[in-house]
């Protein structure tokens, strides 16, 4: 547990962690209230996918600008600036919905505005880490509490939202989570990170994302291990969207059936993040991401077509494991095998991946859902992934003979002393 818990030895870390967490409580109370609008007032799948689409499309089109300026700027101060517009959005959405003014138009534009934001942070606040917790013995652990705390708000928030739908209304939902970003704000202002000077630069910012793609292509550990992190957030993150639809229709159930099913995926990300950050280094992470992929797949095929709750959640729960898993372990070997000057810009590729992915199959699968079914929709995604990580396990050779000797080259393998 000691090892476990390593990067808390970091003031501001500790910092960051506890208000982050709160923020993301926060998010996911408002994205399940968003939903769970949306099918309220419209009753359709595809407006579902709409709504998902609509707030993370533009991380696939933003997120490499948000890694740019990770690159060039103060990533604390641009994490405040984020926070504070993401707080905005929240309280603007609340005020519409209490004044019974609010349209499916607006939830859209609503979480189209937050998409950008998310665009913008999400690289910076993943790659502002290693400033908070310097130590490369540290970083997996701080990587691994980083996701924790998204999977424990997936768990805690639709929860919360759960119940405050049942007593008050989805405006509270987006009330609290307005409030909520005044946590993460006040963490940032008490955080001091040693002065670092980033070197002016001239070029261009389409030079620079050119110069990361060419970087990020020649490095054979990530040409290889970020589509299949696509693969799996096009494929099965898609749940999320239909979720509504197996808690009303299937399980006969309201909200609170609804925060139950997301939450055991956050408990399933929760335990796979325990995991994580309970390991000595990265070594060995590539044949969990084959494994935690296609366990993935099999569970949310399992899941689809599943009629018992309990079965229902155990399912999910390992759903929410391997995707957590096989993502968060890429995470960890791109934060340590890439440059630190272009970092940022790589896990703007790593976001893109992982959250950009997420919207065009959302409203693929509201599109097919219509056509086939909620059901066949979330098997038919499965059934791709576990194909995909088959593929992946058949390149498991090439990529440890181009990784090994960068870990070597960092230390994370000892050099063997000559006889």
């Known amino acids: 547990m000691k090892h476990s818990l390593r990067a808390f030895r970091h003031r501001n870390y500790r910092l960051f962690f506890s208000g982050q967490s709160l923020s993301v409580i926060g998010s996911w109370t408002q994205q399940i209230a968003m939903s769970w609008l949306v099918y309220r007032l419209t009753g359709s799948a595809w407006l579902l996918g709409v709504t998902a689409f609509a707030g993370q499309f533009a991380i696939l089109l933003i997120a490499p600008f948000g890694g740019i300026w990770a690159d060039r700027l103060d990533r604390r101060k641009l994490l405040i600036v984020t926070q504070g517009l993401a707080m905005v959005q929240a309280i603007a959405l609340a005020a519409l919905t209490y004044a019974g003014l609010v349209e499916v138009w607006h939830v859209i534009v609503m979480a189209m505005l937050l998409g950008v934001v998310i665009a913008f942070d999400t690289p910076v606040r993943q790659s502002f880490t290693s400033e908070m917790v310097p130590s490369k013995q540290d970083l997996p ?37 307005g409030i909520s970003k005044l946590a993460v704000i006040a963490s940032l202002t008490m955080i001091v990170v040693a002065p670092h000077v980033k070197p002016l630069t001239k070029t261009r910012m389409w030079t620079s994302f ?17 589509p ?22 299937i399980f006969t159930g309201g909200a609170d059936t609804l925060g139950f099913l997301i ?26 991401i084959v494994f935690a992929s296609a366990l993935a797949g099999a569970a949310i095929i399992g899941f689809a077509y599943s009629r018992l709750l309990p079965l229902s959640l155990v399912l999910i729960t390992l759903t929410g494991f391997g995707i957590i898993i096989a993502a968060n372990s890429t995470s960890q070997i791109l934060q340590t095998i890439v440059a630190d000057d272009k970092r940022g810009r790589v896990m703007s590729f790593f976001v893109m991946a992982f959250l950009g992915m997420q919207p065009i199959g959302s409203l693929a699968a509201g599109a097919l859902a219509s056509w086939i079914g909620a059901t066949h929709t979330l098997a038919l995604g499965g059934m791709c992934t576990i194909a995909g990580s088959y593929v992946l396990w058949r390149k498991l050779p090439l990529l440890r003979q181009h990784i090994q000797p960068i870990y070597t080259r960092l230390g994370i393998i000892p050099t063997q002393s000559p006889d």
Do not use: H, K
Not at 144 to 164: E, V
């Open 141 to 177: 652990s701080a990587i691994a509490f980083n996701a924790a705390m998204q999977n424990g708000g997936r768990m805690i928030g639709p929860t919360i939202a759960g119940i405050l739908l049942t007593i008050s209304s989805e405006a509270f939902c987006f009330l609290a989570n």
């Open 210 to 226: 050119r110069e990361a793609v060419v970087y990020a292509w020649d490095l054979v550990p990530i040409r290889l291990l970020l």
């Open 228 to 249: 299949m992190v696509a693969l799996l957030s096009f494929m099965v993150t898609p749940y999320l969207t239909l979720m509504p639809i197996f808690a009303a229709e």
């Open 263 to 288: 939450s055991g995926a956050g408990f399933g990300g929760i335990v796979g993040m325990v995991y994580l950050a309970s390991r000595r280094d990265v070594r060995g992470l590539a044949r969990w």
